[in-house]
């Protein structure tokens, strides 16, 4: 067999599968075949390399040549002048905004080069399917060290020298769960990785699960080890159908190889993981809610304490983390917890995977030091806001945070800084908007989430959160009172207090947070009648300056719903109360004779 | 279909989920889900009777699992379960002119499904693949970077298959 030449590798994440990865895959491998190049370049398929806006991607190596954007066509052209030839193909390759061409951005641009990857350190690396991969980049000898070298105290005194936090959302020193775990009195344990992410705007936990299935792996049977417990969940969401096949595939191979089942590494320590497959419930990502999902039941929270570290699943003491969290124990066993946290700031160590998202260049996943200033992040690892908009605020921690506006950017990002401004990390979603998101239409978007996502248990979040729906609703129809807006502050303050879970004492924190920042906008709704951003279609109205147009009727063509109307080489007119304000005519206008007004 | 019909298929799914996990308290969950893969997208009533003789619960318990959560569906639906997300990366991003270009080519609303019995529509909370927005999951399969005319081509590609009886 001759030796291969050149390594393909190509990104298999979600996104770049939902950008068209699988037929990029066939016609590459199709081409090779016609070429006879099958046998001396290999392609593999990785998890995600971060960049979803610029997928699907692959990287030919020994070079390093990055293409991206690909499809079925392209890629027949790579093979036959990169590697038939030996010419890069540009056309193909990074393109900058300022119109420059890279050949190796993930050696050059600060998206990738700003990055301490911790937790995404196999991202894009190994192949997700291949267990030899992974322990050829260190994979399982964390594992190794605990059970032949370490004792469970030892194992919690380094996560706690780490200095690690829950990266799920609420930031839970991870040592210390463990040691309440740990010390719990009982001859049956759980561990549990939760799987459930559901914070709109954050894609880490898929990302990781996808393309390093095995680090969790590892990281529950280290988890296992030291608390004292044989038995291990992952609760994963339906929504992640690769995610599952994944996973479940690692779950096998790490049988076959003895890190898993019985008798792991020919110790008497036996560990096995079982997964569970949610059915489209937000709710379920609060940890009670979750365990009792896995019970077989609604997935609605229990009142907390008992902790799920003393009662957890069936009662039994449990230890749950998420998904992020434990792909940060095999380095941290590994380097040592004083290692870890050297990166970061204090109260916030190492590292944490953010989800950048909206009006943004660079969309994707990164991973950077804790205490980087959302200006690095947004400008210098996302590449500023497309259309050279203006920045108008970032939403983060999903429906459970709020919105940092673009005055506040320069704050280091840590679980501190970010409580003062009225927000949290959460999960790591960063939803950037621009000038022409209405905070108000956002503040209403999250909790028409919420309405639909309450369990419906307690009072205050169920019955509430609708009723602050119905005040937004009223604000954005230009129907709102002044007396409105106090009602809604009041009620987000009851809300937060007396509801039940995590999830309805932070389910106002979206309008109270934007209300703090944005209250000017509010103002303008309920007293002029205006949305400033003219995003809210109640106060706004799209109209045709009869002076620019030149009746090319490419508007009128290009309406869904016929609310323009006009003869050619005359000027158009747009009939309001038809018009559904979507915005294709603003599109398509050449001559900028469309605009929207409001009110 | 006949009660009896539902109760072996039932009763087959139950004993299979059975053997194939360690724990035997809590696969309910598990149970719904093969039945309704089983029946194509949705889950007959009386499978909760069923269920209840198998597993011994009260039926409000089985009937109040099964109603909580979204992706179960009592209701036959369509063989393409078209998944839309509504969250803020997608709304920001485009997300309502792709969903009335989807409304307006499939002709139906929210938790319809199409007279042919191909399509139904849902909303989904978000599919984590932001990166891409605006996004949907067409049963299994996720589609990213969505516009109002990429929407219609996925749509008559799939009618397209279905009617040259591509399997």
Not at chain 1, 253 to 275: H, M
Not at chain 1, 314 to 339: C, F, M, Q, R, S
Not at chain 1, 556 to 579: L, Q, T
Not at chain 2, 68 to 93: A, E, N, Q, W
Request: aromatic share 8%; with cysteine; proline share 5%.
């Amino acid at each position: 067999m001759p030796a291969v030449e050149n390594t393909i590798v190509i990104c298999a994440g979600g996104a770049c599968i939902s950008a068209g990865e699988i037929s990029v895959k066939e016609s590459l491998e199709s081409t090779l075949k016609e070429y006879a190049l099958d046998e001396v370049v290999q392609v593999v398929e990785t998890g995600c390399m971060g960049a979803c806006d610029l997928g699907p991607i692959m990287v030919i190596y020994p070079e390093g040549i990055f293409y991206q954007k690909l499809n079925s066509e392209n890629v027949k052209k790579i093979v036959e002048e990169h590697l038939l030839k030996g010419r890069v193909v540009k056309e193909f390759l990074y393109t900058g905004p300022a119109g420059e061409v890279k050949e190796k951005p993930q050696e050059e641009l600060p998206f990738f080069k700003k990055q301490v990857k911790i937790a995404t350190r196999n991202l894009g690396v190994v192949d997700p399917l291949s267990i030899e991969e992974y322990i050829a980049r260190d994979g399982y000898f964390a594992l190794t060290k605990v059970i032949k070298e370490l004792s469970p105290d030892k194992v919690i005194e380094e996560l706690k020298k780490s200095g690690l936090r829950g990266r799920g959302g609420a930031g839970f020193p991870t040592g210390l769960k463990w040691e309440f775990a740990k010390k719990a009195e009982s001859n049956v344990k759980y561990v549990i990785c939760n799987a459930d992410e559901g914070d709109p705007g954050a894609f880490m936990d898929r990302a990781i699960l996808e393309g390093d299935p095995h680090t969790v792996v590892e990281a529950m049977t280290i988890a296992a080890y030291t608390i004292g417990a044989t038995k291990g969940f992952i609760y994963v969401r339906a929504e992640y159908p690769l995610a599952i096949e994944r996973f479940s595939h690692a779950l096998e191979t790490a049988r076959e190889y003895g890190f898993l089942g019985n008798n792991i590494l020919g110790t008497d320590f036996s560990f096995d993981i079982e997964v569970r497959i949610g059915a489209g419930a937000f709710v379920c990502g609060e940890e009670t809610a979750l365990i009792n999902s896995i019970e077989g039941k609604r997935g609605i929270p229990r009142v907390k304490p008992p902790y799920p570290a003393q009662k957890g699943l069936w009662n039994k003491p449990t230890l749950i983390n998420n998904v992020e969290t434990y792909a940060n124990i095999p380095p941290i066993i590994l380097h040592g917890g004083d290692w870890f946290s050297q990166f970061g700031v204090e109260g916030s160590r190492g590292t944490k995977v953010f989800a950048l998202a909206g009006k943004v260049n660079n969309t994707g996943l990164v991973e950077v030091p804790m205490g980087i200033t959302l200006r690095e992040l947004i400008y210098e690892i996302g590449g500023g806001v497309p259309g050279g908009k203006k920045l108008k605020a970032v939403q983060t921690g999903g429906p459970s945070g709020g919105c940092i506006p673009e005055k506040h950017i320069d704050t280091p990002i840590t679980y501190d800084t970010l409580k003062e401004l009225g927000t949290i990390i959460g999960s790591g979603g960063m939803i950037v908007m621009d000038e022409d998101d209405c905070m108000v239409d956002v503040a209403k978007f999250f909790l028409e989430f919420t309405v639909e996502e309450s369990c419906g248990q307690c009072t205050p979040c169920r019955d509430g959160t609708k009723r602050m729906l119905e005040i937004l609703e009223r604000i954005t129809d230009g129907e709102g009172t002044e007396e409105d807006l106090e009602k809604l502050k009041e009620l987000g303050e009851h809300i937060m207090k007396t509801s039940l879970c995590g999830l309805g004492q932070t389910a106002p924190q979206p309008v109270l947070s934007t209300m703090r920042y944005f209250w000017d906008e509010y103002e303008a709704h309920v007293k002029e009648k205006r949305c400033p951003a003219k995003k809210c279609k109640e106060l706004t109205r799209i109209v045709i300056d009869k002076e620019k147009c030149v009746g090319c009727t490419a508007c009128a063509r290009v309406c869904p719903v016929d609310a323009i109307s006009g003869s050619v080489r005359n000027p158009h007119e747009i009939d309001s109360e038809i018009c559904t304000r979507c915005g294709s005519c603003l599109e398509v206008c050449r001559f900028g004779a469309i605009s929207k007004v409001s009110p | 279909m006949s009660f009896e019909e539902v109760k072996n298929t039932v009763k087959k799914i139950y004993e299979q989920v059975k053997s194939e996990n360690l724990e035997e308290r809590d696969n309910l969950i598990n149970i719904l889900h093969a039945i309704q893969e089983h029946y194509g997208n949705y889950i007959p009533l009386e499978a909760a009777e069923v269920l209840k003789e198998l597993t011994g619960r009260p039926l409000s318990e089985i009937y109040e699992v099964l109603t909580f959560y979204t992706m179960f569906s009592t209701d036959k639906r369509g063989k393409y379960i078209i998944r839309v997300c509504k969250s803020l990366p997608c709304h920001v991003t485009g997300g309502a002119a792709v969903l009335k270009s989807l409304k307006d080519v499939l002709g139906i609303d929210y938790g319809q499904t199409t007279e042919d019995g191909l399509f139904t529509l849902e909303e989904s909370s978000c599919l984590g693949l932001c990166g891409v927005s605006p996004v949907m999951l067409i049963n299994d399969e996720a589609y990213g970077n969505l516009t109002p005319e990429k929407v219609r081509k996925i749509i008559e590609e799939i009618k397209e298959k279905e009617r040259s009886g591509v399997k």
